[in-house]
């Protein structure tokens, strides 16, 4: 090839890839093409790259999609923010592919850019791409510009604005269900460039015909734009045009139409203010709660904590509680579930008396649930009922439970306890830690759960930290040491464990007395995973410990290991010789 010809090398690979039967080949060409351009230029990259690339447009989904991405970034390459509406071309050409993923993407990449463009270019060139896949034949076109009129909109003259609505308008009634499903999704982003004169005569029309669409699919993204239209109308507008709406949809006959309000109904709230959702929106609330459809009561339990907090204490006690009763022993666990994730939260809104007598016997109705995710919420959000009504009353009504759950056939919920234990612990005090909970977190030692008696360990260590050394010698580092003659080498192990993370807390004195001596025992276990583990716990127990206590009886325990059979411990033990020699040096 000659020194002529060279630079026409980058794109005549490029064409002979994209020509290539193999997908992945094609794929890789896509993500170079910043490399491409690079090596060709800006303008060769404007006349001979971009051109070929928008003639390109019937690869495989897997390829279009990395080109709409890629040619999202692209405007470096062109020569800046005054070529970038040479890309305008092949995005737009990606838009009326028939696969959504790829469409949404080149709409992505096509707000990228408009975004940056000048407002020339955005009047010449943007707003005639927009207008052109508005009219678009195939319905593909059609759903990708609705993603467009918030870009071209602001910078447009006052007629191609008055064009701009007109278009939108004819686009929230075209036949395609798919096209009035995009024009409702992206009416919101819309209606915040548009002037507010035009906003409560055009575009609040466009609303209510979309509110009124046969199709579902539809009116069930109108409930999206619900919130987002009532932050830009003025109070009274509010409630005047999106209340009634809410009411409205709160009963429409298409139960995904009501899940999307109970989904939405806090952002609804917020948008009307707190005199409307008293009044008319705590009876549709309360509807939702009691949906005849699952989907829609597990959305509605959801939101009762965040809806609450925008009630009076009296109005939440009076219309929400008797919901919540009911909810709490609602047929579908998902149900109960998702009530049980946000219903410890009501107890900071309601207070304590009421949470005593209205709150407490959900809760403990909730924690006796048989469906071990339902329990699971419930015990991970104790705090906030502890911070209302004392540990005294948490004790005496929710701790039997709990001691209950610390027991379950499910082990997560076993694994939750573990760690709200320590927690527990410092709010309950050492008497009551002692009496109630401290042969459970022995117990959980020799689980046959892995995952449960490491949490294990590390609760004892938690719980070391919280009493002190001096607790922990007394009530825990006994019943660990008698494990060490378990039968069952895991537990054995666990032991092990056990010290490793005690020992920081118990210090040296205790680490060296009590701890070291039954470690440098189970180097002689018969098991090799024993001592490996071994090795690896007297390498981080050198720090700790005096130097003459590494020199007398941790050296000639690793040295004993070195040479032990198994090629395992003799790494450890080496790798642990090697450490001590290295702080031996560095001291």
Known sequence: ?????????????????????????????????????????????????????????????????????????????VGGIEHAYVLLPPLEALCTVEETCVREKAVESLCRIGSQMRESDLVESFVPLVKRLSAGEWFAARVSACGLFHVAYPTSTDALKAELRSTYSQLCQDDMPMVRRAAASNLGKFAATVEATHLKAEIMTMFDDLTKD???????????????LGKLLEPNDCVARILPVIIDFSQDKSWRV????????????????????????????????????????????????????????????????????ELSTDSSQHVRSALASVIMGMAPI??????????????????????????????S??????????????????????????????????????????????????????????????????DKVYSIREAAANNLKRLAEEFGPEWAMQHIVPQVLEMVANSHYLHRMM????????????????????????????????????????????????????????????????????????????FFANQALHSIDTTTMES
């Not at 309000?261 to 707190?274: F, I, K, T």
């Not at 609330?285 to 009296?314: H, M, Q, W």
């Not at 008396?353 to 006796?368: G, R, V």
């Open 258 to 325: 009501r899940y999307m309000v109970a989904n939405q109904l806090y952002e609804l709230c917020e948008a009307v203010g707190p005199d409307s959702t008293r009044t008319d929106l705590v009876p549709a609330y309360v509807r939702l709660l009691r949906d005849n459809e699952a989907e829609v009561r597990i959305a509605a339990a959801g939101k009762v904590t965040k809806f609450c907090r925008l009630l009076s204490p009296e109005i939440s006690i009076q219309h929400i509680l008797p919901c919540v009763k």
């Open 350 to 379: 309601l207070g304590k008396d009421s949470t005593i007598e209205h709150l407490l016997p959900i809760f403990l109705s909730l924690l006796k649930d048989e469906f071990p995710d339902v329990r699971l919420n419930i015990i």
């Open 214 to 228: 046969d199709q579902d699919s539809v009116r069930l993204l109108a409930v999206e734009g619900c919130a987002s």
């Open 381 to 446: 959000k104790l705090d906030q009922v502890n911070q209302v009504i004392g540990i005294d009353l948490l004790s005496q009504s929710l701790l039997p439970a709990i001691v209950e759950l610390a027991e379950d056939r499910h082990w997560r919920v076993r694994l939750a306890i573990i760690e709200y234990i320590p927690l527990l612990a410092s709010q309950l005090g050492v008497g009551f830690f002692d009496d109630k909970l401290g042969a459970l977190c022995m117990q959980w030692l020799q």
């Open 1 to 77: 090839m000659s020194a002529v010809d060279e630079p026409l090398y980058p794109i005549a690979v490029l064409i002979d890839e994209l020509k290539n039967d193999d997908i992945q080949l094609r794929l890789n060409s896509i993500r170079r093409l910043s490399t491409i351009a690079r090596a060709l230029g800006e303008d060769r990259t404007r006349k001979e790259l971009i051109p070929f690339l928008s003639e390109n447009s019937d690869d495989d989904d897997e390829v279009l999609l990395a080109m709409a991405e890629e040619l999202g970034v692209f405007i470096p390459y």
């Open 495 to 570: 032991v092990l464990r056990a010290i490793s993370l005690m020992a920081p807390v118990l210090g040296s004195d205790i680490t060296c007395s009590k701890l070291l001596p039954v470690v440098v025992d189970a180097s002689k276990d018969r098991v090799p995973n024993i001592k490996f583990n071994v090795a690896k716990l007297l390498q981080s127990l050198i720090p700790i410990v005096d130097q003459s206590v590494v020199e007398k009886t941790i050296r000639p325990c690793l040295v004993d290991l070195s040479e032990d059979p198994d090629v395992d411990v003799r």
